[in-house]
């Protein structure tokens, strides 16, 4: 069983910058990692992937701000999120897909203030 555990999340003035960390149980080296969110009453959405090659994928309204990174050797994937709006405000949850199989971790919560 895999666990992945985020932290990082905070409260933050607009503009400001935040840095979100999952650490996980197993290696992730040789699959598919992701971030997601999801504010009140709205659906989860995707904010940035990377695949097992290293190819990231951001969504629209993060692209130029927010960073997708990996460190393989600590096991952990990385958020970086700068200029950040209060559109921002949602739980973030990382995602570690394993031969089809998707894990999740608790979420961490980020408010940006306007």
């Known amino acids: 069983q895999v666990q992945l555990v985020e932290s990082g999340g905070g409260l933050v003035q607009a503009g400001g910058s935040l840095r979100l960390s999952c650490a996980s149980s197993?290696?992730?080296?040789?699959?598919?990692v992701g971030w997601f969110r999801q504010a009140p009453g709205k659906q989860r959405e995707l904010v940035a992937t990377?695949?097992?090659?290293?190819?990231?994928n951001y969504a629209d309204s993060v692209k130029g701000r927010f960073t997708i990174s990996r460190d393989s050797d600590k096991k952990t994937v990385y958020l970086q999120m700068n200029v950040l709006k209060p559109d921002d405000t949602a739980v973030y949850y990382c995602?570690?897909?394993?031969?089809?199989?998707?894990?999740w971790g608790q979420g961490t919560q980020v408010i940006v203030s306007a």
């Open positions: 995602k570690l897909s394993v031969f089809g199989f998707d894990y």
């Open positions: 197993a290696s992730m080296s040789g699959f598919d």
């Open positions: 990377m695949d097992r090659l290293g190819a990231t």
